[in-house]
């Protein structure tokens, strides 16, 4: 079939297979044009298949020649219906793999679930026996949980009071003021279920229950801080008590595994376009500015330069510069004093009319488009493609 991108508001329906084998080709070239990384050679990646998931599979598998077992959550094809993107990328990853003698196996299934994480738990077992590396990159707006059954769902809202600032709509680049109301009910606790870190410590313990975690282990989850203009819908706002909660479940997996030395940071990541983040309103204005400031300054990254910064100069390159808070910070270049000051003025200045001047929107769509294998360099999209692709390693 010939498949173009159907938006819908913020997600695109549709994703190109060819494109998206594509952007793990180019990703998977990055890493290597940057050298051998001593790292880990038996990883876990639970939420694989996209985003910095994704990129941290290709950087354990084509920096360290790792062995990898990535956990998703994605939809196959149908007649007719191409798959979600993180399917066509998981199955291009393995292609990639095992063509370079690696071994890839994926679960396509909810992790939050006892199921799956049994499942792997056999897995290891019987493939590799340990791992020495698990990364924990999950972004879902529901979990049911293993325990009780019942279904959580994460809400993007400030605590406390309205919080009203400018947006985007990158679609169309019309920039409007947006009022958010406030979290209530139950709307934090469920965000800190879903997002929040007890699934990621339910994974280790679970790992760690069978003697599946090698000595000194590594475990690291992904966070965000961001600006001062999206802190009270990002860091001071639900999702943020999750990543609160995420980063204490940290030292809470440290303590617990404390008998083989393993540890568990958490690595907070810069701001990148993903179906997620287009969705958080404010974020997508600050994000445009953000790509157009460090693009300038010449050091925009994306996830792969991030992860692939994150294991060679932090996880393992001997620093892992922890900030006062225990955590690894590959925001740094975002959060530079010179960048933030010249957002702040851009913040101000930003209409409709300038906006395509003064921030980066085309950059803001472009991401956004090849988030779904749209928009990638040298892909023909006026070729037939077969949407039916499967994943090697999934009977
Ligand atoms: P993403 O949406 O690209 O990736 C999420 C992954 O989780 C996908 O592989 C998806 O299949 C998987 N997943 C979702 N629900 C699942 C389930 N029930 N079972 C199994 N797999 C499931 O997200 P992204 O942006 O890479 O986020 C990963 C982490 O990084 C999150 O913790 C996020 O908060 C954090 N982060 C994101 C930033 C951003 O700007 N996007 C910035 C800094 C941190
Ligand atoms: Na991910």
């Known amino acids: 079939m010939i498949i173009e991108p159907r938006t819908r508001g913020f997600i695109c329906l549709t994703s190109h297979p060819v494109g998206c084998e ?37 950087t354990s598998a084509f920096g360290s020649d790792a062995a990898t077992i990535g956990v998703f959550f994605d939809k196959p094809a149908s007649e007719g219906r191409p798959a979600s993107p993180g399917f066509y990328n998981t199955a291009a990853f393995e292609k990639e793999a095992h063509a370079a003698g690696l071994y890839a ?5 909810d992790a939050f679930s006892n199921d799956v994480k049994k499942q792997v738990v056999d897995l290891i077992k019987e493939d590799l026996g340990q791992v020495d ?24 809202k400030p605590i406390g009071e309205v919080f009203s600032n400018k947006t985007v709509d990158f679609h169309t680049g019309n920039v409007s003021e947006i ?52 802190k009270p819908v990002y860091r001071n706002g639900t999702i943020g008590a999750a990543k609160d909660d995420l980063e204490a479940t940290a030292f809470k997996i440290t303590e617990e595994l ?13 701001a990148l376009v993903t179906q997620a983040s287009s969705a958080i309103p404010v974020i997508p204005l600050y994000i445009s500015l953000l790509f157009k400031v460090m ?8 996830c792969i330069e991030q992860i692939q910064r994150l294991y060679s100069e932090r996880l393992f390159g001997g620093d892992l510069a922890l900030d006062e808070k225990g955590r690894i910070r590959v925001d740094d270049w975002e959060m530079r004093k010179d ?57």
């Open 258 to 270: 404390k008998s083989i030395g393993a540890k568990a940071y958490v690595s907070v990541n810069k």
């Open 339 to 395: 960048v933030q000051a010249e957002i702040s003025k851009l913040w101000e200045e930003a209409t409709t009319e300038n906006l395509s001047e003064i921030g980066d929107l085309e950059g803001y769509s472009n991401e956004f488009f090849k988030l779904f294998g749209f928009k990638v360099a040298g892909v023909d999209y006026d070729a037939d493609v077969n949407e039916l692709v499967e994943i090697p390693s999934i009977q």
């Open 105 to 109: 196996k994926s679960i396509n299934a």
């Open 295 to 302: 693009k300038e300054k010449g050091i925009h990254e994306g």
């Open 133 to 156: 590396l698990v990364i924990y990159s999950l972004a879902s707006p529901v979990r049911t949980h293993p325990e009780t059954g019942k279904r959580y769902k994460s809400v993007l």
């Open 179 to 230: 009022s958010i109301k406030p979290a209530e009910g139950d709307d934090v606790a469920n965000t800190v279920t879903v997002m929040g870190g007890e699934d990621w410590k339910m994974w280790m313990d679970a790992l760690q229950a069978e003697n599946l975690l090698s000595e000194g282990a590594t475990t690291v989850a992904y966070s965000y801080i961001g600006p001062e203009v999206t």
């Open 22 to 58: 594509q952007n793990v080709k180019d990703q998977i070239a990055y890493v290597q044009s940057k050298g051998k990384i001593e790292g880990a050679k038996k990883v876990l990646v639970i939420g694989a298949s996209t985003g910095f998931g994704l990129a941290s599979r290709i």
